[in-house]
């Protein structure tokens, strides 16, 4: 189930709220990492698993934690549409 995250934070591309990924868009996440077919923004691929992330309302773009922490650039959003 994703949930609201509690510190309030937005999307830096569509400035709506962001939602903790929940373990199963995760797992999706992480196999098409292992497939090779997710993409950056800027068309690079992501190579490394994720363990955490936020994703915005619409399921739009995904935004990796690094640490639990996560990484707002417009550049490191993972397109999900």
């Known amino acids: 189930m994703t949930q609201y995250s509690p510190l309030y934070v937005c999307c830096p591309i569509t400035r ?3 939602l903790v990924a929940d373990k199963d868009l ?3 996440i992480n196999k098409q990492i292992m497939e090779h077919t997710l993409l950056f923004v800027d068309g690079s691929f992501v190579e490394e698993s994720v363990q955490s992330g936020l994703i915005n309302q619409d399921s739009s773009f995904f935004y990796i ?4 922490i996560p990484l707002l650039f417009p550049d490191g959003a993972i397109p999900l549409l």
């Open 16 to 18: 709506k709220p962001l």
């Open 26 to 28: 995760l797992q999706s």
């Open 65 to 68: 934690g690094s640490n639990s």
